[in-house]
């Protein structure tokens, strides 16, 4: 009785370290580069390995999106995190973007201004469940081109649903909705509102506000 015992416990031990020492797969998307310069933008991407913090969502996991960006100097060989401690599920800048697709995106992606890049993250766990999904609100982030100042433009418990870039590419409306009715979720009895972003070059100088309808 006691060899069995013992072989039992040999045998959880055993098991309990190979799953202490279970690697977190890592996947990147393809490189972007900005402009022609020596900065070029690469997504970690999400997994099944993440599903504890981005997939809470009934039956979402979002599987293309971005666990954070990298920025590579190909000069200086040098690589800074965007989000870095912080955590965020930042959508893809490619449809195109997922693990079985054969192609590969070639187009600037629209995310990439003239003196900005625009990302849409979730950054704020709204429902209380744990994990950044589906059911949590997008906002704008903006950055400069090499990944410097990272700040989020639209406003806390306001859920991007798109974003227009004027064709002068100082100003962008976005449309989205806030929750009307404290129900920690996005949908039915909520209101579509837009809102106004005149961009700067300076970062700290963009203004975001409400459009009156």
């Known amino acids: 009785m006691k060899q069995i ?7 959880v031990f055993i098991s309990s370290t190979l799953f202490a020492q279970k690697k977190e797969e890592i996947n990147f998307s393809d490189p972007f580069q900005i402009d022609s310069s020596e900065y070029y933008l690469i997504p970690e991407l999400v997994d099944n390995d993440n599903k504890d913090v ?3 969502g009934v039956g979402y996991l979002s599987w293309g999106d971005y666990i954070d960006v990298y920025f590579y100097n190909s000069a200086t060989k040098q690589t800074k995190k965007l989000f870095d401690r912080q955590l965020a599920l930042i959508q893809s800048f490619s449809k195109r973007d997922y693990y079985y697709d054969k192609g ?5 992606p629209a995310n990439i201004l003239p003196k900005h890049i625009v990302y ?4 704020e766990n709204f429902n209380g469940d744990n994990a950044l999904d589906n059911q949590d609100p997008v906002y704008l982030y903006v950055s400069t081109k090499t990944g410097d100042n990272l700040k989020q433009i639209t406003p806390k418990g306001f859920y991007v649903l798109s974003w227009t870039l004027s064709k002068d590419k100082k ?3 976005v ?3 806030n929750d009307k009715n404290n ?3 996005f949908g039915n009895g909520d209101d579509e509102l837009y809102y106004r972003i ?4 300076d970062i700290s100088k963009i203004q975001c506000y409400q459009i009156n309808m």
């Open 171 to 173: 100003m962008i409306l």
């Open 120 to 123: 849409l993250a979730r950054t």
């Open 183 to 185: 129900n920690k979720k």
């Open 175 to 177: 449309k989205g909705k």
């Open 5 to 11: 015992i013992g072989t039992l416990l040999l045998i």
């Open 54 to 56: 981005y997939g809470k």
């Open 104 to 108: 590969r995106e070639t187009e600037i």
């Open 198 to 201: 005149d961009l700067d070059d």
